[in-house]
């Protein structure tokens, strides 16, 4: 019926006859330290809510938000997954000209191809890590009439971040929409590359967050938008529904979001795994290891001796799925990826991985 | 940011100082048995799930659904509430001319006017309880070259619900599309007025059902449609997003649409205590008490004593809300709506009536 991102632990798990809960997927980005223990009892300790209609008006959920994200509430739309805001937001601006980057995220494409908008591809250049060249960007919006570039930030699957100081200049010089999608913006410097505050300056700016990854909450379905332009809120707003968000989304949000020990905790234990994970793997001579700003790592077979899938292959009869990143644009076959997750299933991978790669 | 329907408790609770829990809402329509025992103990034992994505596909959702309805998965959409699937069906079907009946769900008019529709009116005729007359129907259908008709079935807040021997012949006879909202179906005989068989023989045809007030349960945000109209289906299905329905819906929908005990339970409850309710109130010589097939009734103050306006603000102090009906198309201030409720919130109902219009 739909499509999906990522692995299919159903299938691998009939398959090698792995009971689910053994599985470890490298490959879904989601923080492993699970959602904010306070939040969880919160909804333990409310399960009877569940014939609530949810407050219109979302009151506590966009009181916590605003605290967060220390913008006002009139800035904040809610939406039922980050995955509906992107989809109302493009066919809203409906681009005749799109900037999307090589390699990054593959719904941006499947949404603007649904519309039509011509694609115009800024391939990055992973000589350079990945990283955006903000002159060549701003000179091909120009030249090709673009009116909306989409930028992941973090960059999935690269890991690159660009400083919002850069971002600054980029969106106030130019004359196009830019829509920034924070989905992994929690695992970095958020003062340093957040576009957050920018949308106080710049009304051609929309910024997109997901509580799926660092906040573990995939389920409830719960992401937000921020946005200083008033007529792009207005119409964003209308095009969704009366209670949009879930009772259950709505009691986690109301409290996770300003539950700072765990952002603390998650941040800390995050990075901490990764800065472990990828000084292991900068050993092994035939592995590039791109440097990450994000929960995942993007990694470059470069002897070439086996592709990402065959590396994938090898590590799924022992339970640890990664992301073979073949089906990204401007990515060879021989480029993987992989989260953090709990101490002992990162230390697994890196020895397997050697044991392979060495 | 969003406008209600029906009571704000908060600020009920706010003036008179009740604790919310003590407010009866008699308004809200909501089954007050609360949901299925089954599917909420499926849910306390399955809220680690919080940070898993739903199954694109909503497998075990459908099957249950499937076995529910009696029809195959093909014809079933899902949707985040049911107000999103009005919504997208109206804007898709984007019909010139299209017929309402009065009174009914406010939310149908508010959807056409967004999208500039002619509104029709069908003004049922109260003198001949709420009926819908087809002869007539079809006559306004075809000097109006109207393309849609929307029928909430049984209808809010009248109680009467149409034959689906006789919506057959209406469907069948009409060269337009027909918009059935059965929010309150199960509370009625459903082999007698449901009209989801009818999506297997009639292609002008959407059905929509709602888990809010049956199942009480509004919070998760479950609705679901039904149309054996593969080119309808497959449009308002791409107008919805990956994952739309989150876990926790998922998760009680796979248990409760199955639980056949329940629904057993509910419907016998509600329909013995509605028996009561309105055989004590046909005996007070100044009320009208309309028939219902749902969970609530429709009743009229005939010698204008007072209004329903003033009658609910006498039944406030004792924390009970009824529905003023006065704000619903071609009902005056004297029509007032109540839901069934507890047993002994009922009887103390029955009894503060008695006592202020005898």
Redesign the interface.
């Known amino acids: ?4 991102h990522g692995a299919n632990l ?1 299938e691998i798990q009939k398959e090698y006859g792995f009971n689910i809960d053994e599985i470890k997927d490298f490959s879904s980005n ?1 923080n492993p330290l ?2 904010s223990p306070k939040a ?1 009892t919160k ?2 300790n409310n ?12 009151d506590q959920l966009l009181s916590s938000i605003e605290k967060y994200t220390n913008v006002s509430r009139d800035k904040i739309l809610l939406t ?2 980050s ?2 805001l992107i ?1 109302s937001f493009i066919s809203l601006i409906n681009p005749k000209n799109a900037i999307i980057f090589n390699p990054s995220y593959s ?1 941006y494409e499947r949404e603007l191809n ?1 519309i039509n908008s011509n694609i115009i591809s800024y391939d990055l250049d992973k000589s350079n890590d990945f990283a955006i060249d903000c002159e060549k960007l701003s000179r091909m919006i120009k030249e090709n009439d673009v009116s909306l570039v989409i930028l992941t930030n973090p960059n999935n699957p690269t890991g690159y971040a660009i400083e919002n100081r850069k971002l600054e200049e980029l969106i106030k010089s130019n004359n196009c929409y830019f829509m920034i999608d924070e989905t992994y913006v929690e695992f970095s410097d958020v003062d340093k590359y957040s576009a957050v505050n920018l949308t106080e300056k710049c009304d051609n700016l929309l910024v997109i967050r997901s509580t ?1 990854k660092f906040f ?6 719960l992401g937000y938008g921020i946005t200083g332009n008033k007529k792009l809120y207005d119409e964003i ?2 095009r969704t ?9 709505d009691i ?1 949000g109301g409290e996770m979001f300003t539950d700072t020990d765990y952002h603390k905790k998650v941040f800390e234990f995050i990075n901490s795994e990764k800065e472990k994970m990828i000084s292991t793997l900068e050993k092994i001579d035939c592995l590039k290891v791109y440097p990450s700003k994000s929960n995942f790592v993007l990694c470059e077979i470069l002897d070439k001796k086996l592709t990402a899938h065959e590396l994938r292959e090898k590590l799924i009869p022992h339970a640890l799925i990664i992301r073979d990143c073949a089906s990204f644009n401007n990515l060879s076959e021989y480029f993987f990826r992989f989260c953090i997750l709990d101490e002992q299933s990162n230390d697994k991978l890196l020895k397997l991985i050697e044991d392979i790669l060495k």
């Open positions: 019926m739909k499509s999906s159903f989601v699970g959602p969880m909804l333990e399960l009877n809510k569940v014939g609530v209609y949810p407050d219109p008006n979302y039922s997954g995955t509906n989809s719904e649904k799926s573990a909450a995939a389920g409830i379905r707003n209308t529904n009366l209670w949009n968000i879930n009772i259950f989304a986690l």
